[in-house]
């Protein structure tokens, strides 16, 4: 997503918040400063950013709880925007935090080493995704940053790119989290693979391929400021 994009975006939604409290009948001069000061006492209570990272981190740690503590459903496993072919068709199948691979309300009998390969894939799903939700945290965190940026901004008389400017840094952290997340997918793949060697019963589930990885790190690289 091009920042400039945002940027606009926030800049219109910013602009009416002004115009909104100047746009009531009666007012006097006076009466636009206070409403246009209330607006900003108001703005600025919502877009705090501990209120905002306060409300993502809940939510985060209760996802972060279920991926430990619930079955982990492998067929909502996805990486990348690539459709993943007869999945769909598939029964649905789940890796408990036990080990057990369970397809369609049946544990798969397993052996140690099975067991095994299906903890270590699960581990593997739990790792990227709790990274990826760290990631959609900051992300949250720079979207409110760059909103109350645009809205004080335009009351200030800022320019898009002076704001465009001011949050380079924050995106460009996230950016750099994003392509280490990439980085981690070849051991997700591998253990993937193995564990389709070893059991298969879940061969059908294994739909992470090479071109996943390799696109994952060209998506990121791609999105352009």
Known sequence: MKRSA????LLALALTLPLAACGRSDHTDSD?????????????QKTSPSFVAAEVQKGIDLAKQ???????????VHVGHRDHDGRSDLPKA??????????????????????TLLLDYR????????AGMDIGAS????????????????????SGDEIEAHIKPQAERIKA??????ARLPDMLASQQKLASAMPEF?????????DVDDCGKDVENDKD
């Open 6 to 9: 945002i940027t606009s975006g």
């Open 32 to 44: 636009t400063t206070s409403g246009t000061a209330e607006v900003a006492k108001e703005v600025q």
């Open 66 to 76: 279920e991926l430990v503590t619930k079955d982990i459903d492998i067929g909502e």
């Open 94 to 115: 789940a890796i408990t935090p036990q080990g057990d691979l369970v397809i369609a309300g049946k544990t798969v009998p397993a052996t140690p080493e099975q067991h």
């Open 123 to 130: 581990q593997q799903i739990v790792g990227i995704a709790e």
């Open 139 to 158: 992300g949250a965190a720079l979207g409110t940053q760059a909103a109350k940026e645009a809205i004080f901004g335009a009351l200030s008389g800022k």
């Open 177 to 182: 989290d994003a392509l280490k997340l990439c």
């Open 203 to 211: 061969r059908p589930y294994a739909t992470m391929t090479q071109k």
